[in-house]
Each structure stands twice: as structure tokens, then as C-alpha cells.
């Protein structure tokens, strides 16, 4: 079983700054892919960067030039650095499995951008 455990969420003005973690256990960490993902009110949930084993990264158009995802495998951890933040950021933030896996989701880490 795998779990994740996000962290780094708060309130931050819009153009500001944060830096999300995901915290992993019970998976062989260096050789899997994982994925950050959004979910606003009323909307769905939304793959909003990923990056693989391998380091490779992608970025959904609404967040690209903004946000950088990166890992550091020897803590087990993927980050996701959040910058010129826009009230459209608002939205509880989730790290899983980038499609080729998943676990059952946590409680994720809440973000919200004021105008």
C-alpha cells in the first residue's frame, strides 16, 4: 500500500508563492512517476503537473511558465513550486499516480489565492 501525505497549503495573495510537498511511503520511490492534481469547487479533479522516473515533467497550459514540479528521491518527496499565484489557483491540491498507478486519495492540502 502506498500512502501520500501532502503538505505546504495556506492562503498567499495573488502573484505570491508556495511550495507544495508530497510525502511517499511504501513504494520503490526512484523508479515511479507521480503527478500533482487540483480539484476547485463544483469542478474536476485535474492532473496539473507530473513528472517521471526519469525526471521528465509536463505541465497543463493553465500552469505552465508558473508552477515547477520536481522530486528528490533520497526523501522520497515531490514538490511542487507554485509561483505568480491567481485566484483560478484556488483549489485542494493532491499528489497520486500519474495514471499508470494510483492509490485511494488523501486528504490533500488546501490553497487558496486572495485578489
Known amino acids: 500500500q502506498v500512502q501520500l501525505v501532502e503538505s505546504g497549503g495556506g492562503l498567499v495573495q495573488a502573484g505570491g508563492s508556495l511550495r507544495l510537498s508530497c510525502a511517499a511511503s511504501?513504494?520503490?520511490?526512484?523508479?515511479?512517476?507521480f503527478g500533482w492534481y487540483r480539484q476547485a469547487p463544483g469542478k474536476q479533479r485535474e492532473l496539473v503537473a507530473g513528472?517521471?522516473?526519469?525526471?521528465?515533467?509536463n505541465y497543463a497550459d493553465s500552469v505552465k511558465g508558473r508552477f515547477t514540479i520536481s522530486r528528490d528521491n533520497a526523501k522520497n518527496t515531490v514538490y511542487l513550486q507554485m509561483n505568480s499565484l491567481k485566484p483560478e489557483d484556488t483549489a485542494i491540491y493532491y499528489c497520486?499516480?500519474?495514471?499508470?498507478?494510483?492509490?485511494?486519495w488523501g486528504q490533500g492540502t488546501q490553497v487558496t489565492v486572495s485578489s
Open positions: 513528472i517521471s522516473s526519469g525526471g521528465s515533467t
Open positions: 511504501g513504494t520503490i520511490f526512484s523508479i515511479t512517476g
Open positions: 497520486n499516480g500519474p495514471g499508470t498507478w494510483h492509490a485511494d
